[in-house]
């Protein structure tokens, strides 16, 4: 899945006492990041350089992405993609925005080695810089305000730009950019916040942890720590969205990313012909 960065920056001594302290060498990367990217954040937008939509699909990297993703293929409606399904989106639509995330050293570079001409590309301003290595199309970054104070005001007085919430992971950094761009009716796909194989969850966490858990479909699934807690941002901002007039519909067709009365679950393609 995109949201997983290959460096965990908590102990598991620090989850299990509740200490969210980040550790100093993710805290030493965010400002070695920003110091690499500067040239490039001062040259570029912000998130109001983005056009104004109406609708959106955002694509998670889950595993249930394979079962509607062929419903992409000439959609008319805006697609927001995370940088490691970029490729395989790429099959079926050109996406207007693509958005990463991570702090830490991934294979991004190849994620985003394409044809990027006219794709705007998403990004915090504590990216890795390899994001940007292969990257022709336009660039925006975010000042995300769950960093720390120091570096958010530094940011803030150098570049401009404003602090703004961006999520823990690739997913539903997709989702608030399309809410950020006005869209008023989003659906979800490859949002599963989930393995499918309790091997998958026990490699991430360093054969530590993985909690099975039934999915909405009734299939049982294995999920992490970090996948619980950022499913309760998640849903939680779905909440707050809806009270803006944004119908937030899962189109995941599998996973844990659902809770009655805060996220809908509908079939891509019953989406595609009564929200579109």
Same mark, same amino acid.
């Given at each position: 899945? +995109? !949201?997983?960065?290959?460096?965990? *920056?908590?102990?598991?001594k620090? &989850?299990? +006492?509740g200490d969210?302290?980040i550790?100093?060498?993710?805290?030493?990367q @965010?400002?070695?990041n920003y110091? #690499?990217n500067?040239?490039?954040?001062?040259?570029s937008k912000g %998130?109001? /350089?983005?056009?104004?939509?109406?609708t959106?699909?955002?694509?998670?990297?889950?595993?249930s992405? +394979?079962?509607?993703?062929g419903?992409?293929?000439d959609?008319q409606?805006?697609?927001?993609? !995370?940088? $490691?399904?970029?490729k395989?989106?790429l099959?079926?639509? &050109?996406p207007? =925005?693509v958005?990463?995330l991570n702090t830490? &050293?991934t294979?991004?570079?190849t @994620?985003?080695?394409?044809d +990027?001409e006219? %794709?705007?590309? =998403?990004?915090?301003v504590t990216?890795?810089p390899?994001?940007?290595t292969?990257?022709k199309? *336009?660039?925006?970054?975010?000042?995300?305000?769950?960093?720390c104070?120091?570096?958010?005001?530094?940011?803030? $007085?150098?570049?401009g730009?404003?602090?703004?919430?961006? /999520?823990?992971?690739? /997913?539903?950094f997709t989702f608030l950019?399309?809410? #950020?761009m006005g869209?008023?009716? =989003?659906a979800?796909l490859?949002?599963?916040?989930c393995?499918?194989a309790e091997e998958?969850a026990?490699n =991430?966490? &360093?054969?530590?942890?993985?909690?099975k858990i039934?999915d909405?479909?009734?299939q @049982?699934v294995?999920?992490?720590?970090? @996948?619980?807690?950022?499913?309760? #941002?998640?849903?939680?901002?779905?909440d707050?969205?809806? !009270?803006l007039g944004?119908?937030?519909?899962?189109? #995941?067709?599998?996973g %844990?990313?659902w809770?009655?009365?805060v996220?809908?679950?509908?079939?891509?393609?019953?989406w595609?012909?009564?929200?579109?």
């Open positions: 899945m +995109s !949201s997983l960065p290959r460096c965990d *920056p908590f102990t598991e620090e &989850r299990a +006492s969210a302290t550790s100093m060498a993710v805290y030493r @965010w400002f070695e110091e #690499s500067r040239p490039l954040i001062l040259k %998130i109001d /350089g983005l056009p104004i939509i109406e959106a699909v955002a694509v998670g990297a889950g595993w992405l +394979s079962k509607n993703i419903l992409l293929k959609i409606v805006p697609v927001i993609t !995370s940088d $490691k399904c970029l395989r989106v099959e079926y639509t &050109r207007l =925005v958005c990463a830490a &050293r294979d991004v570079e @994620w985003l080695d394409i +990027s006219g %794709i705007y590309l =998403v990004a915090p990216a890795h390899r994001t940007f292969n990257w199309g *336009p660039i925006i970054f975010v000042n995300p305000q769950n960093t104070e120091e570096l958010v005001c530094l940011v803030q $007085k150098e570049t730009l404003v602090p703004s919430f961006r /999520g823990e992971n690739v /997913g539903m950019t399309a809410v #950020s869209a008023k009716r =989003v979800l490859g949002m599963n916040y393995f499918e998958e026990l =991430v966490t &360093r054969q530590q942890h993985a909690i039934m909405y479909t009734g @049982w294995y999920t992490v720590f970090d @996948w619980i807690d950022s499913r309760k #941002s998640f849903l939680e901002f779905c707050f969205a809806k !009270s944004v119908t937030v519909v899962n189109c #995941s067709e599998g %844990i990313l809770e009655q009365g996220v809908d679950t509908l079939k891509f393609k019953l595609r012909r009564y929200c579109v």
